[in-house]
Structure formats: structure tokens, C-alpha cells
């Protein structure tokens, strides 16, 4: 492995955190306006059990969704579900186990869902990780590929249905993908997306938020085409002090704490777009968006390719094994 194929990527990754960082220090984090009840709808939030996952999930059930946390934590989510009606909030939370990095698991958790009959309105893909070292899922994949994005791609997927019978015009069924700033250091390489030719945790990590993005564009234009009662938007919270960053160096993660205390998002902080997207009657029908601090913004010029996006399509629906819809 040539050492410009590791700093490459990791040069363009931190300088993604330099100007989020900067923009942070002079740029208030979004205040969520006052949004409409959400009785009798219903909300699936993966990586619900902690960070901007559980501030995601716990400020949907304050609104009266019944939220369903999928997470592979179970005391995690024991705990979260408790946490929350503690607060004696209007809606209900519940846990139900799913591992995101095995497409077996995925599929089980959707079984398991269908066969309760409920509707579904939100879907937040929010279980991630980031920069761990080189490693794989359960079915062979790069892990930031897999977990990031495969597993949301799947799931989103087959859920696509439920979501469409569940939505009305008016009422639009949604679908929030968590992307990242990395994304705009990110390279989707068709040939080798499972980064075995020369491996970087930071381009892994990078492209994997990239494939969210162009994923959301690419299912909107077929939602709109189809003329369907769902939207799906990006979403990008900012530089957020979760546990998603105990993957740095130590050298980094040193240098990381006392920054983070000062200048980075709280995870309810982080979480306030991606509940905006969900809940928010300003967002009613709108889809497509690229959303940060609040407002929709550019993402990267890549991930406005459609050949891109149609070629990731498709290769995705391969490696999950869907046909291609």
C-alpha cells in the first residue's frame, strides 16, 4: 500500500473537520421550531440507543410516535426505552435487536416488523461507525461500507412498500439517511467499493457517507417519478461528542476531548436536523435535500452524477441481493 493512498484520504477527511469546526465556532446550532404531533405515526430509528440516534428517537416519542430503537445493544436499549418513558413523554419507544452488519439480521428485523402489521412513517438510518481498522461484515463487506450503507440500503428497501402504503398525499411517509461533511472527501470507486486493492479507513469511512447521498437522490427521483406519498432526504449533524470518534488515533483523540467540550455539537444538538426531517411541517412533500444546521445545502458535485447514482443502484441491489428495481 503506497503511503499517498493512506494520507490522501486522510488529509482530505480532517480538513472536511477544519471547516466544520470553524463553521461551528461562528454559527449557532439549529433551534428546532415548534413542530406538529405526531399520534399514531410510527418511526423506525437504527442506532437508536445512544448518541444522536437516542436524542433522535426520544425527541420523535415526545412528539407521540411509537418509536421502534433497532440497535445490537439490548442493555443499551433496555435502558433507552426506559429512559424515555421516564420522562413521561406522549408517544412509546421499544427496542428490537438487529445486528446492521449482517444482511441476515436486516432481513429478520424486517420479518419480524411485517408481521405485526403497524404502518411505518419515519425510517432514520442512523447506526454507523467510523474509521475502524481494516475489518469486515458478516457477509464479506468493508465494514464502513456494510454498516454505514449497505445495511441502510437493504433495510430501506425492503421496507419501501410499507412506507408507500403508509404515506398520503399531504402526509408523506420519510426517510432520513445520516450522511456526513466527510462525504465531501469521499471517492465511490465502482471497482473496488470494498477498498481491498488499497485500504484507508478514512476514505472507507468517507465513501460510505458519499453512497447515502447518492442513494438519496437516486430512490427520490424514483419515489417522484412514481409520483409516491415518501421523501428522502440527507442529513449531516455536524461534528457531534458521541462515541463515534473512539476509533481515532490517540494522539488525535487526546487532542480531540478539549476541543469537543468547546466547540463541537451536543448530541441532541446533532440529532435537531435529522428530527426537523421527520417531524417538521416545513418539510411536508419535500425530498432530495441535502440538509445541515437546519437549511439544504449543496453536497458534494459527485453526488449529483445520476450515471453514478444509477451504477451504485445497481451494484448495491447485487451485493444485497434485490432485484433491481
Same mark, same amino acid.
Given at each position: 500500500?503506497?503511503?499517498?493512498?493512506?494520507?490522501?484520504?486522510?488529509?482530505?477527511?480532517?480538513?472536511?473537520?477544519?471547516? !466544520?469546526?470553524?463553521?461551528?465556532?461562528?454559527?449557532?446550532?439549529?433551534?428546532?421550531?415548534? %413542530?406538529?404531533?405526531?399520534?399514531?405515526?410510527?418511526?423506525?430509528?437504527?442506532?437508536?440507543?445512544?448518541?444522536? /440516534?437516542?436524542?433522535?428517537?426520544? &425527541? =420523535?416519542?415526545? =412528539?407521540?410516535? &411509537? !418509536?421502534?430503537?433497532?440497535?445490537?445493544?439490548?442493555?443499551?436499549?433496555?435502558?433507552?426505552?426506559?429512559?424515555?418513558?421516564?420522562?413521561?413523554?406522549?408517544?412509546?419507544?421499544?427496542?428490537?435487536?438487529?445486528?446492521?452488519?449482517?444482511?441476515?439480521?436486516?432481513? &429478520?428485523?424486517?420479518?419480524?416488523?411485517?408481521?405485526?402489521?403497524?404502518?411505518?412513517?419515519?425510517?432514520?438510518?442512523?447506526? /454507523?461507525?467510523?474509521?475502524?481498522?481494516?475489518?469486515?461484515?458478516?457477509?464479506?463487506?468493508?465494514?464502513?461500507?456494510?454498516?454505514?450503507?449497505?445495511?441502510?440500503?437493504? %433495510?430501506?428497501?425492503?421496507?419501501?412498500?410499507?412506507?408507500?402504503?403508509?404515506?398520503?398525499?399531504?402526509?408523506?411517509?420519510?426517510?432520513?439517511?445520516?450522511?456526513?461533511? $466527510?462525504?465531501?472527501?469521499?471517492? !465511490?470507486?465502482?471497482?473496488?467499493?470494498?477498498?481491498?486493492?488499497?485500504?484507508?479507513?478514512?476514505?472507507?469511512?468517507?465513501?460510505?457517507?458519499?453512497?447515502?447521498?447518492?442513494?438519496?437522490?437516486? =430512490?427520490?427521483?424514483?419515489?417522484?417519478?412514481?409520483? #409516491?406519498?415518501?421523501?428522502?432526504?440527507?442529513?449531516?449533524?455536524?461534528? !457531534?461528542?458521541?462515541?463515534?470518534?473512539?476509533?481515532?488515533?490517540?494522539?488525535?483523540?487526546? =487532542?480531540?476531548?478539549?476541543?469537543?467540550?468547546?466547540?463541537?455539537? $451536543?448530541?441532541?444538538?446533532?440529532?435537531?436536523?435529522?428530527?426537523?426531517?421527520?417531524?417538521?411541517?416545513?418539510?411536508?412533500?419535500?425530498?432530495? #435535500?441535502?440538509?445541515?444546521?437546519?437549511?439544504?445545502?449543496?453536497?458534494?458535485?459527485?453526488?449529483?452524477?445520476?450515471?453514478?447514482?444509477?451504477?451504485?443502484?445497481?451494484?448495491? #441491489?447485487?451485493?444485497?441481493?434485490?432485484?433491481?428495481?
Amino acid at each position: 500500500m503506497s503511503p499517498q493512498s493512506v494520507l490522501v484520504p486522510l488529509f482530505k477527511l480532517y480538513l472536511c473537520g477544519i471547516k !466544520v469546526l470553524l463553521y461551528q465556532i461562528f454559527n449557532r446550532s439549529f433551534t428546532l421550531p415548534v %413542530l406538529p404531533k405526531q399520534n399514531g405515526r410510527v418511526a423506525i430509528v437504527t442506532g437508536g440507543t445512544r448518541g444522536i /440516534g437516542f436524542e433522535t428517537a426520544r &425527541h =420523535l416519542a415526545s =412528539l407521540g410516535m &411509537h !418509536v421502534i430503537i433497532a440497535g445490537n445493544e439490548r442493555e443499551e436499549g433496555a435502558a433507552a426505552v426506559r429512559k424515555i418513558h421516564e420522562e413521561g413523554t406522549e408517544g412509546t419507544a421499544e427496542f428490537v435487536f438487529v445486528d446492521m452488519t449482517s444482511l441476515k439480521s436486516v432481513r &429478520h428485523f424486517v420479518r419480524l416488523f411485517r408481521d405485526r402489521g403497524l404502518p411505518l412513517h419515519v425510517l432514520v438510518n442512523n447506526a /454507523g461507525t467510523m474509521m475502524v481498522p481494516e475489518r469486515q461484515t458478516e457477509d464479506g463487506f468493508e465494514y464502513h461500507l456494510g454498516l454505514n450503507y449497505l445495511s441502510h440500503f437493504l %433495510l430501506t428497501n425492503l421496507l419501501l412498500d410499507l412506507l408507500k402504503r403508509s404515506g398520503k398525499p399531504g402526509c408523506c411517509s420519510r426517510i432520513i439517511n445520516m450522511s456526513s461533511a $466527510t462525504h465531501y472527501a469521499g471517492v !465511490v470507486d465502482m471497482e473496488d467499493l470494498n477498498r481491498r486493492i488499497q485500504y484507508s479507513s478514512h476514505g472507507a469511512y468517507s465513501q460510505s457517507k458519499l453512497a447515502l447521498v447518492l442513494f438519496t437522490y437516486y =430512490l427520490q427521483e424514483q419515489l417522484t417519478a412514481s409520483s #409516491c406519498s415518501v421523501t428522502v432526504n440527507a442529513v449531516d449533524p455536524g461534528m !457531534v461528542d458521541t462515541a463515534l470518534y473512539d476509533n481515532l488515533w490517540t494522539l488525535v483523540q487526546l =487532542l480531540k476531548k478539549p476541543v469537543a467540550k468547546i466547540l463541537f455539537r $451536543t448530541p441532541a444538538e446533532g440529532a435537531s436536523t435529522a428530527v426537523y426531517a421527520a417531524a417538521a411541517s416545513e418539510m411536508e412533500g419535500v425530498g432530495g #435535500c441535502y440538509l445541515y444546521n437546519g437549511q439544504k445545502t449543496q453536497s458534494a458535485g459527485v453526488s449529483y452524477d445520476s450515471e453514478l447514482q444509477a451504477k451504485l443502484w445497481k451494484k448495491s #441491489c447485487q451485493l444485497v441481493g434485490l432485484q433491481e428495481a
